[in-house]
């Protein structure tokens, strides 16, 4: 399994209010690179706040179309605010035993991601809102 990894100094850096997203590109690095068809298997975040998430996977770099044909999600996971686990100075979500399908049909060699605030508390821009995420392809 390959691990890839968000950089928390430069991507999900944004404020997001309630039902706001955030959306990034990934780099795949390593053996993952070369792959057409892959397979997320994990997914893990780590975060200053307890907010509820929505994780989803994209084919493309994502586009804001009207029309619904050219929606180009794959698939998403949900995590509650009471899946976090409390560590000394953030919260951890984590899952594994996925099987969700992924193609970068951009074929620039990244996962295309956008990360969804469902909690009613926003969540903070930089620092003070910084989120890492990790991602377990085969």
């Known amino acids: 399994m390959d691990f890839i990894r968000s950089d928390k100094d430069t991507q999900f850096r944004d404020a997001l209010p309630q039902y706001a997203s955030e959306y990034e590109e990934i780099s795949i690095s390593g053996d993952a690179l070369g792959r057409v068809d892959s397979f997320i298997r994990t997914i893990r975040i780590l975060s200053i706040q307890n907010l509820a998430?929505?994780?989803?996977?994209?084919?493309?770099?994502?586009?804001?179309?009207?029309?619904?044909?050219?929606?180009?999600?794959?698939?998403?996971?949900?995590?509650?605010?009471?899946?976090?686990?409390?560590?000394?100075?953030?919260?951890?979500?984590?899952?594994?035993?996925?099987?969700?399908?992924?193609?970068?049909?951009?074929?620039?060699?990244?996962?295309?991601?956008?990360?969804?605030?469902?909690?009613?508390?926003?969540?903070?821009?930089?620092?003070?809102?910084?989120i890492q995420m990790t991602f377990g392809l085969t």
């Open 53 to 130: 998430w929505t994780v989803v996977f994209y084919s493309r770099a994502r586009t804001y179309e009207a029309d619904y044909d050219l929606d180009t999600s794959i698939e998403f996971h949900n995590f509650l605010a009471s899946d976090g686990i409390a560590t000394a100075t953030s919260y951890l979500y984590a899952v594994s035993g996925l099987q969700i399908p992924y193609r970068d049909e951009d074929h620039v060699g990244t996962l295309h991601i956008g990360l969804h605030n469902r909690s009613a508390t926003s969540k903070n821009a930089g620092d003070t809102g910084m």
